[in-house]
């Protein structure tokens, strides 16, 4: 079946430094592949997509990129914030399945 | 994108008591919802997926007697968590299926902290 293995936590950063959080896939077919972000108290946010291979999502100067080869789709960020504290999912949509598989979740702690 | 209205946000009831949970789908019609549990520091588990109009189906080891699924409408389901135990204690969300484009994005509820004490 579908599935999705995402970097343990805890990360904490300081403010400015680069995030890399690492997420790898197995799925049937060509999934699409989403990261979404949970602040505290609150519900899931979609953050960034990408629907095939090769495609790039971004959104508030955080990048993933759809690796086919390696079967990934690492979330990046040049220079975090401390509003950047958050816990991050990565999660996928194989073809034939109705509902988001996700990863087991990161918690990012951004320090000032 | 799709509007998920998801109530109550916060709750704490006593040890015995129900409590209902409701997910509205706002600006299109769901035929079917998605209900996940999140424990503290895990990932979101699929609990159980309603379809308007029919059963719910429940994923393996989530007990149908305890965790009350109903999809009234179109718009509207609910989860009531019957004789809550202080373990029963997470966050639930909903997330509508049955939307155009789901291949592309999926929407959520707001969440519902629940704490049995």
């Known amino acids: 079946g579908d599935s999705v293995t995402q970097m343990e936590g805890p990360v904490t950063l300081s403010e400015e430094a680069f995030l890399t959080i690492n997420c790898t896939y197995t799925?049937?077919?060509?999934?699409?592949l989403f990261w979404y972000v949970q602040y505290p108290g609150e519900g899931l946010q979609l953050l960034l997509k990408a629907t095939k291979a090769d495609d790039k999502g971004s959104n508030k100067g955080f990048e993933a990129t759809y690796r086919k080869e390696t079967t990934s789709f690492h979330l990046e960020k040049g220079s975090v914030q401390v509003s950047d504290s958050a816990v991050y999912f990565c999660?996928?949509?194989?073809?034939?399945?109705?509902?988001?598989?996700f990863g087991s979740g990161t918690q990012l702690t951004v320090l000032p | 994108g799709a509007v998920v209205s998801q109530h109550p946000s916060r709750v704490i009831c006593k040890s015995g008591t129900s409590v209902k949970i409701e997910c509205r789908s706002l600006?299109?019609?769901?035929?079917?919802m998605f209900w996940y549990r999140q424990f503290p520091k895990k990932s979101l588990m699929l609990m159980a997926t309603s379809n308007e109009g029919s059963k719910a189906t429940y994923e393996q080891g989530v007990e149908k007697d305890k965790f009350l699924i109903n999809h009234a409408s179109l718009t509207l389901s609910t989860l009531t968590v019957t004789s809550a135990h202080p373990e029963d204690s997470s966050f639930y969300i909903c997330s509508p299926g049955g939307q155009a484009g789901l291949n592309t994005e999926a929407f959520f509820g707001q969440g519902t902290r629940l704490t049995v004490v």
């Open positions: 999660a996928l949509l194989s073809g034939s399945a109705r509902q988001l598989t």
């Open positions: 799925a049937t077919g060509y999934p699409s």
């Open positions: 600006d299109f019609q769901a035929t079917t």
